[in-house]
């Protein structure tokens, strides 16, 4: 549990100097470049998967396979990591990542990972 906090406090720690660097990229750039989607997948598996599980089967949080996403649009998905669930464990990422990222990510969830990233 001890570790688990630790883990997390890092993760907004370093999360935020990361987002600080990536929106200021972000002016010029219009897509997500390889290595920052790269990065996303990344955070996809260490920090959801520390609620998510590492493949997406579910913990703490719910499982995020396409088969579990299967009735929610991108966009309910997308709300979802952006704002966050108020009441419960799964925090918002709006303070995180950008707009365009995590609709990426969302994407991602929705289509499945593909094995060779795992
Ligand atoms: C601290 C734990 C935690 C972390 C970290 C976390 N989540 Fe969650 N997440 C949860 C919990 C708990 C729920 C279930 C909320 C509920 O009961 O409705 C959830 C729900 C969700 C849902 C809705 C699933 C559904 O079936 O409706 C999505 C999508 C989601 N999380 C994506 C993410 C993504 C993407 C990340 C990383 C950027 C992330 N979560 C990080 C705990 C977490």
């Given at each position: 549990?001890r570790?688990?906090?630790?883990?997390?406090?890092?993760?907004?720690?370093?999360?935020?100097?990361?987002?600080?660097?990536?929106?200021?990229?972000?002016?010029?750039e219009?897509?997500?470049?390889?290595?920052?989607?790269?990065?996303?997948?990344?955070?996809?598996?260490q920090?959801?998967?520390?609620?998510?599980?590492?493949?997406?089967?579910?913990?703490?949080g719910?499982?995020?396979?396409?088969?579990?996403?299967?009735?929610?649009?991108t966009?309910?998905?997308a709300?979802?990591?952006?704002?966050?669930?108020?009441?419960?464990?799964?925090?918002?990422?709006?303070?995180?990542?950008s707009?365009?990222?995590?609709?990426?990510?969302?994407?991602?969830?929705?289509?499945?990972?593909?094995?060779?990233?795992?």
């Open positions: 549990m570790y688990f906090l630790v883990k997390i406090c890092s993760i907004i720690l370093i999360t935020q100097a990361v987002s600080f660097v990536v929106n200021a990229q972000q002016v010029q219009k897509s997500l470049s390889k290595q920052r989607q790269q990065q996303l997948i990344h955070i996809l598996k920090d959801c998967g520390s609620c998510h599980g590492m493949t997406l089967k579910g913990g703490l719910s499982p995020l396979l396409p088969k579990n996403l299967k009735l929610q649009s966009k309910m998905i709300n979802t990591i952006l704002n966050g669930r108020p009441g419960t464990a799964m925090p918002p990422w709006k303070p995180l990542l707009k365009q990222e995590i609709y990426w990510l969302a994407k991602q969830l929705k289509q499945g990972l593909k094995h060779e990233q795992k």
